[in-house]
């Protein structure tokens, strides 16, 4: 059988930040943070509409941590179902690495969140599995990323490097010396450049 | 009289280094750090060998920090010209930082070395005023592009994305929180990305 593409998908500040200073409920993203989104959450340009349709496009799987499933708690309540509302936009299975177990949560629209607790290498194995020969996104946040990134598992990884200087938050890059990368394609609009990234090895 | 751009030209790693640690006379640019310039040092590409020559083509003037003139040392000797030999490849006055004065070292091929005691924003003066309309290269290294960049004076921010972790080493974006750029262009080749900002403020 065909196996999809692992694709990591992040967007980043010039300084190296994928998330602001202090995430909470109320600032998921960080101080700072949603500056990182703007092109995708609103589109000015011919190039980054082309990458947020890509981005947005369903896949066969995703993996996501925690917290960008949905807000810091101490226990799941039986009630919330993240940040997504009753129609998330992944329209596929998606895997939630959480130490917390919990059962999976069916969506409108095709999204299944499933609850891994055993580790990025299991959640990866799982969306693998589900998506079949298409592609699995691995969405963030930082740690998430860094742990597939570290595990070798992921093939691309595409950069929206957002012109901007936090000056403080999550570092996606933390810890993982010696990776490496081939640029496959490099597009620049005024609110980030686009950089896919085919990942070589560690 | 028209002036010229100030233009930061910076080869730097994905994880946002611009040398490796352990920068000494014997290993100048850090462990790790010589894999950041192969792009220019050997360009194998067209992309590459446009940015090189882009790069090495002669500017009005020049602002470097002093170990970027020279290895580290406690004090000059009178004797030492710096890492560029006889004949630098800069063609031009190129102003250095440092906390020791020392009379001009004017060198063959058109490169003088001056030696500016009293900050970044005297550097930039003296290089502007010798550059005329011809453009001001910022060369590093890190703390040099950082006071130019703190002080407002870089008009256009060249970053060569060398797809490789560092993982420690000299940090280009520290204590630029704020800063915002916008890409004009970017270009990828197997072995670095390259991306043209113009700074549009803090």
Redesign the interface.
């Known amino acids: 059988v065909a196996q999809g593409l692992v694709i990591c998908d992040l967007s980043i500040s010039?300084?190296?930040f994928i998330a602001g200073p202090d995430q909470s409920a109320d600032q998921p993203l960080g101080i700072g943070g949603r500056r990182l989104h703007e092109w995708h959450f609103s589109p000015k340009n011919e190039v980054d509409r082309r990458f947020t349709h890509e981005l947005l496009e369903p896949k066969g799987a995703v993996v996501m941590g925690r917290n960008m499933f949905g807000p810091i708690r101490g226990a799941w309540d039986g009630e919330w179902n993240g940040w997504w509302g009753g129609d998330p936009p992944y329209h596929a299975p998606v895997f939630v690495l959480t130490h917390h177990a919990r059962d999976p949560e069916p969506m409108a629209g095709g999204t299944t969140f499933h609850f891994v607790t055993d580790g990025a290498a299991s959640a990866l194995a799982q969306a693998r599995e589900a998506a079949g020969d298409k592609p699995v996104l691995v969405a963030g946040g930082a740690q998430t990323a860094r742990q597939c990134l570290a595990a070798g598992a992921v093939d691309e990884l595409v950069l929206h490097?957002v012109?901007?200087?936090?000056?403080?938050g999550e570092?996606?890059?933390?810890?993982?010396?010696?990776?490496?990368?081939?640029?496959?394609?490099?597009?620049?609009?005024?609110a980030?450049?686009h950089?896919r990234?085919r990942v070589v090895g560690r």
């Open positions: 010039l300084d190296g490097v012109p901007a200087v936090l000056g403080s570092r996606l890059f933390d810890d993982l010396g010696g990776l490496a990368c081939e640029p496959l394609e490099a597009c620049a609009s005024p980030a450049t950089i990234y």
